[in-house]
């Protein structure tokens, strides 16, 4: 059964950083690209970033596009979003999910940006 | 970047049931490879969506055959048929054709 963890999340100011992390298991994690996919509170959809099964390929929405870096560490079916200078516009579920398709979705982990 | 329209905003129907939901994008999803990447997921009430269609008609794994996709180019329409009380969320669509990768603002169905 494929399952997916995010951690990491919490109430941080404006302009500090937080990690997230996304435990992967039941697939074979390296065999796949990751996403992190966000939802603001009472709104839609919004991608973030993918990264692709080797780390070769990144791309990252241009609302985060240098304050976010997603990483990955397939020793540890482990997939990563750093992000930096948080703005209160970032307060969100933020998911991880798999393949192109995103296939399977974590049960997504809070981030409020707020003093 | 590719917007992607969904309509209605929402819908109400009754069990058993049909409705159809359209998803227009402002761009043709077909790629370069010749594939069309356009999905459609349900979020139920408080979960995190899951995916139903890719490649805009393969039905993913597990996902009855009452979900249909169909469409081309800009088109897209998901058929649900015979409604069931599960299948109450919020529809969306999403591109994969192009980075950014976009999603349509949703479709909430409700039972009547």
């Known amino acids: 059964e494929v399952q997916l963890v995010e951690s990491g999340g919490g109430l941080v100011q404006p302009g500090r950083s937080l990690k997230l992390s996304c435990l992967a298991s039941g697939f074979t994690f390296s065999n796949y690209g990751m996403n992190w996919i966000r939802q603001a509170p009472g709104k839609g959809l919004e991608w973030v970033a993918s990264?692709?099964?080797?780390?070769?390929?990144?791309y990252y929405a241009d609302t985060v596009k240098g304050r976010f870096t997603i990483s990955r560490d397939n020793a540890k079916n482990t997939l990563y979003l750093q992000m930096t200078s948080l703005r209160s516009e970032d307060t969100a579920l933020y998911y991880c999910?798999?393949?192109?398709?995103?296939?399977?979705w974590g049960q997504g982990v809070m981030v409020t940006v707020s003093s | 970047d590719v917007v992607m329209t969904q309509t209605p905003v929402s819908m109400s129907v009754s069990l058993g049931g049909q409705v159809s939901i359209s998803c227009r994008s402002s761009?043709?999803?077909?790629?370069?490879?010749?594939?069309?990447?356009l999905s459609w997921y349900i979020q139920k009430p408080s979960q995190s969506p899951q995916l139903l269609i890719y490649?805009?008609?393969n039905r993913f794994s597990g996902i009855s055959d009452r979900f249909s996709g169909s469409g081309s180019g800009t088109d897209f329409t998901l058929k649900i048929s015979r409604v069931e009380p599960d299948d109450l969320g919020v529809y969306y669509c999403?591109?994969?054709?192009?980075?950014?990768?976009?999603f349509g603002s949703g479709t909430k169905l409700e039972i009547k």
């Open positions: 999910a798999t393949g192109s398709y995103f296939d399977y």
């Open positions: 490649k805009v008609s």
């Open positions: 990264i692709s099964s080797s780390s070769s390929y990144i």
């Open positions: 999403g591109q994969g054709t192009q980075y950014p990768l976009t």
């Open positions: 761009q043709s999803l077909v790629h370069n490879n010749g594939n069309t990447y």
